[in-house]
Structure formats: structure tokens, C-alpha cells
């Protein structure tokens, strides 16, 4: 399938137009900053964008007020008695140094143990915690992949985790092959499902369109409502700034 993107401005608003070979307009509104996307039939002119996009010009104002209004981290300074998160829950921060092997350990139901040598700089210890969330996801994700993919019965070629900007996952549909977002190892289990799910769905439909909806619905019945948890969450610092 063909498609060809632009961007085009409406009221001030920027917004992003996918114009490919389907037969509705599509407008959504998207995380983290009210990124406002647009996919169009071929046909459709720029003109007819711009009177679709003027129609929901008042939700798309609220939706976007609320992203701009939505929890963000603060900035992270990896010091003891900072608020983490992992798998939904929040975690204490306890610095240890003085020690030969570093490493990040929980070490009961909300401390979160990161070991490293002194003098240990401040991005270096964020690094060291971002490595320790991506072996995490690397343990969960796999089970959850075979489940869903037999289940909607389609085959995936590889899964890779990257830190993401604006999307909580993607999916090459040519290659087969779905990322995760890195953030999703501070949210909970059911969140990184839906992500999963969603991706693995884009390999028997790729737009957004009624089918689309219909296996979801069928495949997963709560991801709306893990959809808003997951958008409604308390976003990154530095992930999430664009």
C-alpha cells in the first residue's frame, strides 16, 4: 500500500496527514504532547483535510489540553530517596556506593538498590537503570508475544526495544517485526499487553480502520481502558521531550 505524508497547519495547529488507499478520514490525538495525526483516503484534497479537521477542532483542543496538563517526571538525578517506577509500581531510590559490581536490584516492596562506584556521574547511573529496565523487559516481553501471537494466529519475525518519543510501540508490517518502547517497564503488565496486542494486531490490519477496531474488541476487550491508563500515566522526563 502506497502512502504520502505531509504536514499542514489548521488554526495553529500542526497536523500530520497520511493520505493512503483507504476509505474513511481517520483524526486521532496522540501522546505525549497532542501530536494531532490525520489519515486520509488518496483522493481526499487538502481543502477536505482542512474542513475535517476544522469539524473536531473543539475536541481536539481538549484533547490536547489534556495531554499538556498530564504528570510529567521531574528531572532525573539519580539520588537516594528518588521516586522510580517499574511494572506500574513506585519504588524509593537507595544509592549504594563503594562496591566493585554495579547493578540495580529491588530489594523489597519499594526500594529500588542501584549500586555504583564512587564519584559515579549522574547520566552514568540513569544509564545503568535504563540498561537494568531493558534486560526486564527482555524477560517479560517474549511469553507475552507467543501468547497473543498464537492466539490471533500470525507470525512475527523479531521484536526490538528502543526508546521512543512519541509512541508507546510500532510495527513494520513488511518486515514483521514490532517495537516496544523502553518506557513501558515502569508501567503496568496489563499496559505492556495492550501495547503488544496492538502491534501484533497491525500484522492482519495495518491502519486504524473498523476491522482493525473489530479484532481488537474480539482479541482484547479492556484495551480502551488500558489505553487511557497507559496515556493518562506519568510521563518521563527525557523520553517524552520533543
Not at 98 to 126: G, Y
Not at 136 to 165: A, F, G, H, T, Y
Request: aromatic letters at 8%; hydrophobic letters at 40%; proline letters at 3%.
Amino acid at each position: 500500500m502506497s502512502t504520502k505524508s505531509r504536514k499542514l497547519t489548521v488554526s495553529g495547529i500542526e497536523v500530520d496527514v497520511i493520505q493512503k488507499d483507504i476509505k474513511n478520514l481517520h483524526l486521532g490525538v496522540y501522546p505525549p504532547l497532542g501530536r494531532v495525526r490525520v489519515a486520509a483516503p488518496e483522493v481526499l484534497s487538502d481543502d477536505a483535510v482542512r474542513l475535517a479537521v476544522i469539524d473536531k477542532l473543539a475536541w481536539i483542543k481538549r484533547q490536547k489540553a489534556q495531554f499538556e496538563a498530564q504528570a510529567r517526571e521531574s528531572k532525573r538525578e539519580m539520588l537516594s530517596g528518588e521516586s522510580h517506577y517499574y511494572l506500574g509500581q513506585r519504588y524509593l531510590l537507595n544509592v549504594v556506593e563503594n562496591v566493585s559490581q554495579q547493578d540495580v536490584t529491588i530489594r523489597n516492596k519499594n526500594m529500588l538498590e542501584l549500586k555504583v562506584r564512587p564519584n559515579t556521574e549522574t547520566e552514568k547511573r540513569l544509564e545503568l537503570l535504563q540498561d537494568w529496565y531493558r534486560e526486564q523487559l527482555k524477560l517479560l516481553v517474549p511469553p507475552l508475544i507467543e501468547k497473543w501471537r498464537s492466539k490471533l494466529n500470525v507470525q512475527i519475525n523479531d521484536w526490538c526495544i528502543k526508546k521512543m518519543k512519541t509512541k508507546w510501540g510500532s510495527c513494520n508490517t513488511t518486515d514483521r517485526r514490532i517495537w516496544i518502547n523502553l518506557e513501558l517497564a515502569k508501567k503496568p503488565i496489563h499496559c505492556i499487553e495492550y501495547v503488544i496486542v496492538h502491534e501484533l494486531v497491525h500484522l492482519l490490519v495495518s491502519s486504524h480502520n473498523d476491522r482493525f477496531i473489530s479484532v481488537m474488541d474480539s482479541t482484547l476487550p479492556k484495551w480502551r481502558t488500558y489505553r487511557e491508563e497507559l496515556n493518562q500515566s506519568l510521563l518521563g522526563h527525557e523520553e517524552w521531550q520533543l
